[in-house]
């Protein structure tokens, strides 16, 4: 009686079945299932290049270079008005005294150890006749 598994088929010799045999007759068996995963595998494969490349060349702009290093900074494209508000400290950190004193003169109440107070200010351009030293104002 032969000793080996029924997933393990031997030849009629009684020696085992090499490597290549066995891949060979698993491809055979399975031929449509393997053609059908790498055809989706390739398909998947090219869209993802496909996205990437679009990626890379619609509307992006490239990394600043040394020669961009002098051009300045984008500016919001609609200026607008920012409300005060409180903003919340990391551990060990605390706020100014000009921020303590900013909040007490707004709300009359003392600044929250844990906090700092950020004014009211303007961000944005406000348009050419305003220079950035006026909208910080």
Do not use: C, W
Request: hydrophobic content about 30%.
């Amino acid at each position: 009686m032969n000793e080996s598994t029924p997933s393990e088929p031997t030849p009629e010799d009684g020696e085992p079945t090499s490597f290549a045999k066995s891949a060979k007759n698993l491809f055979k068996k399975h031929k449509a299932k393997i053609l059908a995963v790498g055809t989706v595998g390739l398909v998947v494969a090219g869209v993802v290049a496909s996205l990437a490349e679009g990626q890379d060349t619609e509307g992006s702009e490239p990394s600043p270079g040394l020669e961009d290093a002098d051009r300045p900074k984008r500016r919001s494209p609609v200026g607008h008005e920012v409300v005060a508000t409180l903003v919340k400290l990391a551990a060990g950190q605390q706020a100014s005294e000009e921020r303590r004193a900013a909040y007490k003169e707004v709300t009359g109440e003392d600044l929250p150890a844990d906090s700092t107070y950020r004014s009211k200010h303007r961000r944005g351009d406000f348009g050419e006749d305003e220079t950035p030293g006026e909208a910080a104002a």
